[in-house]
């Protein structure tokens, strides 16, 4: 049975005070720093497969699983172009991101941030406005709550937020009469 080693494994293998006592030491240490680059690479152990997790292309490189990072200003034109298809609560503010906001506009981006931005702010409107309106009983909430569940369906959230059940979870929560864990996260992430 073959079995596949994780990096805390080489580590252990490579670690200098354990030294190379005998050959069959000093071949587990060179192994495991063949495995250590393999992994560090984005390739895993045992498969010619590269993680699933997109890195900066090496212009030098054929690297399949990469992507061109954006400057801010085309975050920016991700931000507008993702905005100008939501519908968005009566009275919502909507500043677009700023560069200083950013440390000076000066820094690169994965294609999608932008989007993502637009998105959650977008979530953060209807959020505002469930919590506005959710005692009050007039129909409001419940549109409120369709739009902060179209959120889990958004490409944002899924490319984002994959794993991370605790979104959907406050939103099922405030739809069940709960609104502790939504408020919450509100404060957090939108104040």
């Given at each position: 049975m073959r079995r596949k080693l994780?990096?805390?494994h080489m580590l252990l293998l490579m670690h200098p005070a354990q030294g190379a006592r005998t050959a069959g030491n000093a071949m587990q240490m060179v192994l495991a720093s063949v495995f250590v680059t393999a992994i560090l690479s984005g390739c895993s152990i045992g498969s010619a497969v590269p993680s699933s997790?997109?890195?900066?292309?090496?212009p030098d490189a054929q690297t399949r699983n990469c992507f061109v990072p954006l400057s801010f200003d085309q975050l920016i034109e991700e931000w507008n172009a993702t905005i100008s298809g939501l519908d968005?609560?009566?009275?919502?503010?909507l500043d677009p991101p700023t560069a200083e906001g950013f440390g000076g506009g000066e820094q690169s981006f994965q294609?999608?941030?932008g989007a993502l931005l637009a998105h959650e702010r977008w979530f953060c409107e209807w959020q505002q406005e469930w919590l506005g309106v959710?005692?009050?009983g007039d129909g409001g909430a419940e549109t409120a709550m369709r739009h902060m569940k179209q959120f889990l369906q958004t490409d944002s959230y899924e490319r984002f937020y994959v794993g991370?059940?605790?979104v959907r979870n406050a939103i099922e929560q405030a739809e069940a009469g709960d609104?502790?864990?939504l408020k919450r996260r509100f404060i957090a992430s939108c104040k």
């Open positions: 994780g990096v805390s997790e997109p890195t900066v292309c090496d968005f609560p009566v009275g919502s503010s294609p999608g941030y959710v005692d009050v991370d059940s605790a609104s502790t864990e």
